[in-house]
């Protein structure tokens, strides 16, 4: 594409809310290189610190870190690193929002220009935006180095409209651009950061394969002599602790626990869809209530919320393993909902209210007939994870048949233990078929 671009056909006549947006992608896009820059420091202090400062006599369990003028000069680093890596290409962070840097006149951006841009920077952005004052859209260090930072949608829109499609230059291959290398450069760095901090080591895996082995070996020859009675240890508790009743017991449990939260969050989705909720201010303070109901909740894993209620309900109840599910099913399928009412049809939902239908009707008539297959189809998958959810919330107390799973583990009867996992795996396996079965029947 022809780069000799005049600065009007660059900027044009752009309002208000314009230059609001052009500023907004121009420090988004400044933030995120500074902060890709930030991370690469970061993981050179971490290197520094496995791969040598640990390796120092005397320092083995001590940690290397910054001095207090070290944080200042590592800030100060990484923002002029930013500031080199918009001046000599296209960086990543201009790629992710758009733009990229073009000449006000002339055939190309020399590298005079360049530093000169990178000079005037040092004025015109940390000196009180000082730059920015009279041209926000072309600050001081652009009308200086003859420079302009435009999206390359509205360059690209009029380059086709001027020049033919064999007069534009090719895109260039991403590896050859400076974001390019820079997204494998920091994909590479997050891998080899990544398998430092999780201690990965591979010769400690095959030098004790033999002792998985003989795991596996044991839990392939299952042992069902509880899968109908029970063991003699569980015979002062309540109720039957075999393998048989206290998988019914898991499915029961996660039936109900899916149908509660279904219930809960059918009315609670509607009242988290933005497109629903936004035709009032109220509205939206009990769409963002409610979404922040989501958030939350969802967020906390079901385990945590198994051990509150283990320990409000009692340890080892299955109720507080159903309010556990229940809980994180409201928030995770009214996340699911809300976004599915999100993406329905405007037109019913415009023609409902024009017509003077209320907020209910507007839901009864244009919400419910678009959603109502995908709500079936979510909630029977639903269904499907609680049913392999409910095996780990026993581990605190929370029964279902992985009481029994993780106490055979404990007391490392590896046969029995394979039992159960077979009980476990042949339920979720027909579930699995059958919830996908539905989901088609319904979807259709």
Known sequence: MDRRLAVPALLGDLSHHDVRAVLKRRVLSFFLDWIIWGYVSYAVMFFLNHYWYTWIP?????????????????????????????????SLGMRAFGLDLYPATGERISILRRLLRIAVWQVSVPVAFIGFWFN??????DRVAGTVLRSTKVVGTEDSEEASPQARRPEKRALTTQW?????????????????????????????????????????????????????????????????????????????????????????????????MSFHPIGLVIYTIVRGFFNI????????WATIF?????????????LALTVHTVAALGKLFSEQVEGI?????????????????????????????????????????????STIIALVGAGGVGTLLFYYKNEGQWSIVGSVVIAIVVVVWLMDYLSGWLRERIVR
Not at 356 to 366: E, L, P, S
């Open 180 to 276: 390019g290398l820079m997204s494998a450069f920091l994909l590479c760095l997050t891998f080899w950061l990544g398998w430092s901090i999780i201690e990965a080591n591979l010769s400690v895996l095959a030098r004790r394969a033999s002792k998985a082995g003989d795991l596996f070996r044991q839990i392939a020859r299952p042992d069902f002599r509880y899968f109908v009675k029970e063991d003699s240890i569980f015979a002062l508790r309540r109720g039957s602790y075999a393998i048989l009743d206290l998988m019914v017991l898991t499915l029961f449990m996660t039936l109900l626990s899916t149908v509660l939260g279904t219930a809960l969050a059918f009315p609670l989705s509607f009242l988290g869809a933005r497109n629903i």
């Open 297 to 304: 909740f969802r967020a906390i894993e079901t385990l945590l």
């Open 345 to 389: 049809e405007s037109g019913p939902v415009e023609a409902i209210r024009a017509s003077g239908g209320n907020f209910f009707q507007v839901i009864r008539y244009a919400v419910i007939p678009q959603v109502m297959p995908a709500y079936w189809a979510f909630t029977l998958y639903r269904w499907d994870i609680n049913v392999r959810m």
């Open 58 to 90: 005397g320092h083995w369990y001590d940690t290397l870190t910054l001095t207090s003028w070290g944080w200042p000069l590592t800030i100060l680093a990484t923002l002029e690193l930013a500031v080199v890596c918009r001046n000599t290409g296209r």
């Open 136 to 141: 926000p859209t072309r600050p001081l260090h």
């Open 310 to 322: 283990a320990v409000w309900v009692g340890w080892g109840s299955p109720f507080a393993g159903v």
